[in-house]
């Protein structure tokens, strides 16, 4: 059974640039969440893909957009990103949003 | 809206020693799910335990069980015989049932394992 994948492990990005995040579900899981971990924080839910639609959205603007393939697999997009988007982004995979099983994160660097 | 508090910072632990963390949380819902998470200084989450709120029993796995008091809305962390290895960021985390099932944190535990 392959666990829940991310990419990339690092990044740093400038301020106003894109970026893109992206993770593979764990096998048998059709459901992908996404949360923002600040440092010495707790997760912030950002979104929740299910069936290729977005399933519920937490408190963070439009610029954080997502996408599930047929596969589960999924992306995180952010745009126009800002210095309070450094953080540790971690991405769940679940059936139906059940146990919610994590990947390793992905930690952005916004300079 | 739901909320979770953690309200130890931190926590340190003799290795072998019981030790245990404290979660309290906030709900007008009656049927939840309640979870800890572990989360070494790799990052990963790892899930160490659920309790459903509709079940009485609390939840064991292994060295680490729950105290789950509904009525208080109290869901404590036992870890007993503690090892090297439990050093980490503990979180105490509420599922959701209504719309996307969103796990809401607390802002954690830090436990240290003093050999």
């Known amino acids: 059974e392959t666990g829940v994948t991310q990419s990339p492990t690092h990044l740093i990005k400038t301020r106003g640039q894109q970026v893109t995040l992206r993770c593979s579900s764990q096998?048998?899981?059709?459901?992908v969440s996404w949360y923002q971990q600040a440092l010495g924080q707790g997760p912030q839910f950002i979104f929740q893909?299910?069936?290729?639609?977005?399933?519920g959205r937490g408190n963070f603007p439009p610029r954080f957009s997502g996408l599930q393939f047929p596969n589960y697999s999924s992306e995180l997009n952010v745009n126009a990103l800002e210095l309070d988007d450094s953080a540790l982004y971690l991405c769940?995979?679940?059936?139906?949003?059940?146990?919610?099983?994590f990947g390793p994160g992905t930690r952005l660097t916004v300079t | 809206a739901q909320t979770v508090t953690q309200s130890q910072p931190e926590m340190s632990v003799q290795e072998a020693e019981t030790v245990t963390l404290s979660c309290t949380y906030d709900?007008?819902?009656?049927?939840?799910?309640l979870f800890w998470y572990k989360q070494p200084p790799s990052r990963q989450m790892i899930l160490v335990i659920r309790?459903?709120?509709?079940?009485?029993q609390n939840a064991t796995e292994n060295r680490f069980s729950v105290n789950f008091q509904k009525a208080a809305k109290s869901f404590s962390l036992k870890i007993s015989d503690s090892q090297l290895g439990d050093a980490a960021m503990y979180f105490c985390?509420?599922?959701?049932?209504?719309?996307?099932?969103?796990?809401?944190f607390g802002q954690g535990t830090r436990l240290t394992i003093n050999p």
């Open positions: 769940a995979s679940s059936l139906f949003g059940f146990e919610q099983y």
């Open positions: 096998s048998g899981h059709n459901t």
């Open positions: 893909y299910y069936r290729e639609e977005e399933n």
């Open positions: 709900t007008s819902e009656s049927d939840y799910y």
């Open positions: 309790q459903e709120a509709y079940k009485q």
């Open positions: 985390a509420y599922r959701t049932n209504g719309g996307a099932q969103k796990l809401v």
